[in-house]
């Protein structure tokens, strides 16, 4: 199971395309939708959220609703793009540096000067249009469909927001259906009333001051029966492999899996989680500390991923930097953007979970079909029983 994704923030589209999904998988447009617009949600989102409605189309490896095991192509327009037809044009456009949006000023932060250094770009828009996170846009809906493929094998994924800034959310004993029912209610994804509140001034706030704000946010997934990713090879294990797709989410500095860097400070028999064993529910582990896995393997207790966002380095507060034409210093100007993005990278780490988790699931039960990954699936929990 793969993908790919094309397509910059102000260009008519983003692109995926998977590969490897099984056939006869059912998709359920609307779902997948609905995860596209929980993304779009969020206080502390700027301007360019109420330009866009996305939608995903599927436009290659679904007939009739059912995947047919080809690979499935998904587009999102963007609408902002009836805006910047000339700028993005892909045919050559006449017309001077301001008028075709030419950036010459990178913005501290952002890929912007890394990008025009490395790939010789002396217009730097030709980078900041790609490394923008409006790409995770698309990497959702994927991440969608992925969990739609989890969803047949009784996997469930939600999460939540942590803390935003100053601002942390206090712990709570609610289960994950309750979970995601209460957060989809709250403007900044968190369980309590108050938090939300203190959460909106704090945006307010930074927002006043021309500043911007980054958090922490949480994923959890149920329903992962035990051995997914090995300990044999490093490549091979899933905590390593949801690290790098968390990192590779825009703007996020750090990932941790269940007590995460809490477990650099606290002796081994608070960390790790005591064995288990019942007729009903086989092996488990009487805590959760180490988040689902051990060795790299899933264990069959719920995975618990976190991520921590900076804040977005686009500042109405500025920065300095340095002019790329004449060497010389400025102070950053004036951009639309987001003052707080978490609300919306709580979505995201969702759904690149989703993805590493699927693509475990499909390694470990794969078939052509998903008639043949419920075969392999089934004849594995059974061995599982018998053990
Ligand atoms: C982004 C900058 C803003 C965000 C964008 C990500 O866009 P613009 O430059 O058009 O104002 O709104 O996020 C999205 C469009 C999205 O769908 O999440 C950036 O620089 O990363």
Redesign the pocket.
């Given at each position: 199971l793969r993908y790919l994704t094309a397509g910059e923030?102000?260009g008519p589209q983003l692109t995926a395309i998977i590969e490897g999904l099984p056939s006869n998988l059912h998709l359920d447009f609307e779902a997948l939708n609905y995860e596209l617009a929980r993304?779009?949600k969020g206080y502390g989102?700027?301007?360019?959220?109420q330009?866009?409605k996305?939608i995903a189309s599927i436009v290659g490896g679904v007939r009739h609703g059912y995947t047919t095991g080809a690979p499935v192509a998904v587009v999102v327009e963007?609408n902002?793009w009836t805006h910047w037809r000339n700028i993005m044009n892909i045919e050559p456009v006449e017309g001077t540096d301001e008028e075709k949006r030419r950036v010459h000023r990178p913005r501290p932060g952002?890929a912007d000067l890394n990008g025009g250094l490395k790939y010789n770009l002396k217009d730097l828009r030709n980078v900041?249009e790609r490394?923008?996170?409006?790409e995770?846009?698309v990497r959702v809906a994927v991440g969608a469909i992925a969990k739609q493929f989890l969803s047949h094998f009784g996997i469930k994924i939600g999460g939540q927001v942590k803390r935003i800034g100053e601002i942390e959310a206090p712990p709570h004993q609610l289960s994950l259906d309750e979970l995601i029912e209460i957060t989809e209610q709250s403007s900044v994804r968190v369980a309590d009333k108050a938090t939300e509140q203190k959460m909106e001034e704090y945006i307010d706030r930074i927002k006043k001051e021309g500043d911007s704000i980054g958090g922490i946010v949480e994923c959890i997934v149920e329903g992962v029966p035990v051995g997914l990713g090995s300990h044999v090879q490093y490549d091979r294990k899933l905590d390593g492999r949801i690290a790098q797709a968390v990192m590779s989410i825009?703007?996020f500095k750090g990932v941790e899996i269940g007590i995460g860097f809490e477990a650099g400070t606290l002796p081994g028999s608070q960390v790790h989680d005591e064995i288990m064993y019942s007729e009903e529910r086989g092996y488990y582990r009487a805590s959760n500390r180490l988040g689902g896995f051990e060795g790299g393997m899933t264990n069959g207790m719920p995975l618990v991923v976190r991520g921590v966002m900076k804040p977005?380095p686009?500042l109405y507060k500025p920065l300095q930097s340095i002019d790329i034409d004449t060497k010389e210093p400025f102070t950053a100007q004036v951009?639309?953007?987001?003052a707080c993005?978490v609300p919306?990278a709580s979505v995201v780490l969702e759904h690149v979970v989703a993805w590493e988790v699927a693509k475990a699931f499909l390694e470990k039960f794969g078939g052509d079909s998903i008639e043949e990954v419920e075969r392999n699936y089934k004849g594995y929990l059974a061995q599982l029983e018998a053990y």
């Open positions: 923030t102000h993304r779009q989102r700027g301007r360019r959220m330009i866009e996305d963007n902002d952002h900041l490394s923008s996170a409006r995770t846009a825009n703007a977005i686009t951009e639309r953007s987001d993005a919306a």
